[in-house]
């Protein structure tokens, strides 16, 4: 059974730094592209934060280019973000993919006080 299991979600104040991991388990193969998706409360749908393909390159919304960076390791990915705000408040998926399948984590969730 595969498991994407998320870490790291915290509450922090505005200007701060977290980084979140996420780790897949019961898969033998390298997940074509790995991500996070975050929910922000009150929204209905989760919108991509970061990508990173199997290769290595990675895309971002813009609401978090320059503060947010994607990077993997074989099939852990992580998220740092740096200079977070309020907006960012979100409960925060881990993704993974590829033309046949779909993996989602539980979601951790981070919060930005101002």
């Known amino acids: 059974q595969v498991q994407l299991v998320e870490s790291g979600g915290e509450s922090v104040q505005a200007g701060g730094s977290l980084r979140l991991s996420c780790a897949a388990s019961?898969?033998?193969?390298?997940?074509?592209?790995m991500g996070w998706y975050r929910q922000a409360p009150g929204n209905q749908q989760r919108e991509l934060v970061a990508?990173?393909?199997?290769?290595?390159i990675a895309n971002y919304a813009d609401s978090v280019k320059g503060r947010f960076t994607i990077f993997r390791d074989k099939n852990t990915v992580y998220l740092q973000m740096s200079n977070l705000k309020p907006d960012d408040t979100a409960v925060y998926y881990c993704?993974?993919?590829?033309?046949?399948?779909?993996?989602w984590g539980q979601g951790t969730q981070v919060t930005v006080s101002s």
């Open positions: 019961g898969i033998s193969f390298s997940i074509n592209t």
């Open positions: 990508a990173v393909g199997s290769g290595g």
């Open positions: 993704n993974g993919r590829g033309s046949a399948y779909n993996y």
